[in-house]
Structure formats: C-alpha cells, structure tokens
C-alpha cells in the first residue's frame, strides 16, 4: 500500500506540490474552524459536477454532434481558430476552467483521430491562453474577476470598458500564435473519418443522454446565476448519478478535487497568520500589479485575489495582474492545473511535456502584454 501511496504521487506532480504546500502551512499557521470556513467549498463543489457531468458525456457519447461537425473542418490551422476561439468565447459566459474541461477532451479526440497528435501540446497551450485571457471580460469569467466585481462595487459596464483592451489584443496575439505555429503550412490537410470521432447513438441510452443534458443545463445555470443554493443543486446532481449512474461517480476526477483543496487549504492558512497579513498591509499597497502576479505562482491567482484585495487601493492594477498571472506558471491559475491534469489522465506519465511546452509559449505571451498592461493601468 506503501509502495502505492508513493506511485501515485510520483505520478501525479501537481497534486504532490498541493499536498506538501498545505502541510508546511499548517506548520505555519495551527488549524481552526475559521480555516475549514474560508476553504471556497463552491469552487470544489461545482468542480465535482462538472467532471462527473462530462464524464457521463464521454461515456454516452454525447459530443458526437458535435464532434461530426468540427470534423469537416478541412484545414489544420482553421480547426485549431475554431477550437481556441471556442474557449476564448465560451469562457466569457461559463467560466474559464469549465470552457477547458469541455473542449480539452474534443480537441485530443480530433487530433488523435486526423493523425494530428504532434499539435496537441501547442494547441492545448493556446486554449488555456485563451481560457484565461477570453475570460476576464466579464465579470464572471472566472472566479477571482467574480470576487474583486462583488468586493469593489464597480458596475458592469465599467469593469468590461477597463478589461476591454486587454480582451481584443489578447485576441489578435493568439491568433498570430496559431499563425506562426503552422507557418510552413498555412493549408496544412486534415482529414477526419466521422467512424474515428462519432459513435452512433444507440437508443437504449436515450435516457442517461437526456440525463446528463439536464444535469449539465443545470449546473451551468447555477454558474452563471451564482445562486447561493449551490449545495442543493450539488446534492441533487450527485443523487441523480447515485441513483441512474454509480459508475461515473468512481470515475470522476477526485485527485484533482484533492489537488484544488489542497491550495485552498494553504492559501487559507496563509491569510489567517497575523505576521503575513501585516507584511501584506505594509507592502502591498501601490505593487498591486507584480504581487497579484508573483504571489500567484505560490498560491495560484484566485486565492491571490482574496489575500490581496484587503490591502489593495488600485483596483485595475490588482485584476491585470491576477489575470495575467496565469500565463507565467501551471500554478498561476486554477484553470491551468485543470488542463494539465485532463492531459495527463489522456497521456500519463506525460506531465513534464506539458509543462515544457505550456511554460515557454505562455511565457512568450506573457512578456509581449506585460508592458503594454502597466502601461494601461499607469496612465489610462
């Protein structure tokens, strides 16, 4: 079991790197019951259901629409636009990680499909791009723009004028990306069989389809209304699989839930010690831009945001950095861990590919708007 114990962590990096975080912040700070209250038990929750959600699609085949139809896409830089600019879209609306667990698995399943695996990693880097870039327009794009929105009292309006240039650049760089990635072949062929992507439906299943399609409405529209009875949404999505579909409920990705829990408790144990909230107080205040983006490579950008917001008196600086943060590192944003463990569980053992390649492009992105951004927020 020892032995075991020890593979799996070997195996799995990010959720080692969780682990010992959370356990030297406990050191640091002892355990109370304000620590177990400031764990972002939504966050966990609406994860749970997602991945056990999209499991179920998976199993009952239901993006073969879908997929039948991306699959007539002709030509390999088009497929990727398609595929990068659903997420940068998406995101907007759904959130940035949910727009990653929905069309990560559909793009490693074309690629697999057109002999097209050598892209994978590049494009994979290029929608998580676009997940954390796409989103921060809105206010509910991802969970740390939804937190400094509610905490500021800033309207609507004015929060997606100030995230506007940033949204529109971030949009033509990717695509220059994805130029610049097929510049030997701007018409690079691809060729799908609809038998490689689609299974047809079979109708004895017309009910678990059905299902998941309600279920997923369901828990989409609890994001989206930011509904305070997202424990009750929670236990009616885990009835519903308990009852119709136990299955799905071993497949679901518990190790990254453990992995998300694990950052929440460290960055709770950090905010609860006096010592570090009054270096925060002290030094925070007019360095809002590069502390949201180096405490973010510790604690990851949406616990960044909630230990910073309390000493933070520029709000534009706060929120440029947080949502550029993740571009730097895997760590920097939640929605980054995401993708890395939907490709590991895909290609394992894989991992450090991934961060190689996600680290050197994104960090290229990163230093092409880091200047224009401080510049942004410095004189406009």
């Keep these: 079991m020892f032995k075991k114990i020890i593979a799996l962590f070997k195996k799995e990096l990010m959720l080692s790197v969780s682990l010992l975080a959370a356990i030297v912040s406990l050191f640091i700070t002892p355990p109370t019951m304000a620590l177990l209250e400031n764990i972002d038990w939504k966050t966990l929750a609406t994860l749970f259901m997602l991945l056990s959600v999209l499991e179920g699609f998976k199993k009952e085949n239901i993006f073969s629409p879908l997929l039948k139809r991306t699959a007539k896409i002709s030509t390999m830089k088009w497929l990727t636009c398609f595929l ?66 509610s905490q500021s009292g800033i309207s609507a309006p004015s929060f997606i004028l100030m995230m506007l240039p940033l949204w529109i650049f971030s949009a033509i760089l990717l695509f220059c990306f994805i130029t610049f990635l097929f510049r030997k072949d701007q018409k690079e062929a691809l060729q799908i069989e609809d038998k490689d992507v689609c299974t047809p439906w079979e109708k004895e299943g017309r009910f678990k389809r059905i299902l998941y399609l309600v279920l997923f409405v369901v828990v989409i529209t609890s994001i989206v209304t930011r509904t305070t009875w997202w424990p009750f949404v929670t236990l009616f999505v885990a009835l519903s699989l308990l009852i119709f579909d136990r299955k799905i409920l071993v497949k679901t990705d518990y190790v990254l839930l453990l992995t998300f829990f694990c950052f929440f408790v460290f960055s709770s144990s950090i905010c609860q010690n006096p010592a570090i909230s009054q270096f925060l107080k002290n030094s925070v205040a007019g360095h809002e831009y590069a ?90």
């Design 291 to 380: 502390w949201s983006i180096l405490l973010s490579q510790i604690i990851s950008n949406v616990p960044a945001s909630i230990v910073l917001w309390p000493f933070t008196t520029n709000l534009k600086a706060l929120i440029y950095g947080l949502d550029s943060a993740g571009l730097c590192s895997i760590i920097g944003s939640l929605a980054s861990v995401i993708n890395l463990r939907l490709y590991n569980k895909e290609y394992p053992g894989k991992a450090m590919s991934f961060i190689k390649t996600f680290t050197w492009i994104s960090l290229i992105f990163f230093a092409i708007v880091v200047i224009p951004q401080w510049l942004l927020y410095t004189y406009f």
């Design 84 to 149: 990068v600019y659903s997420v940068f879209l998406t995101s907007m609306f759904v959130t940035n990680d949910v727009s990653l667990i929905i069309f990560v698995p559909i793009t490693i399943i074309l690629f697999r499909a057109g002999n097209k695996e050598k892209y994978i990693l590049p494009v994979l880097t290029f929608e998580n791009i676009a997940a954390i870039r796409g989103s921060l327009l809105t206010p509910f794009g991802s969970p740390q723009n939804l937190f400094l929105f």
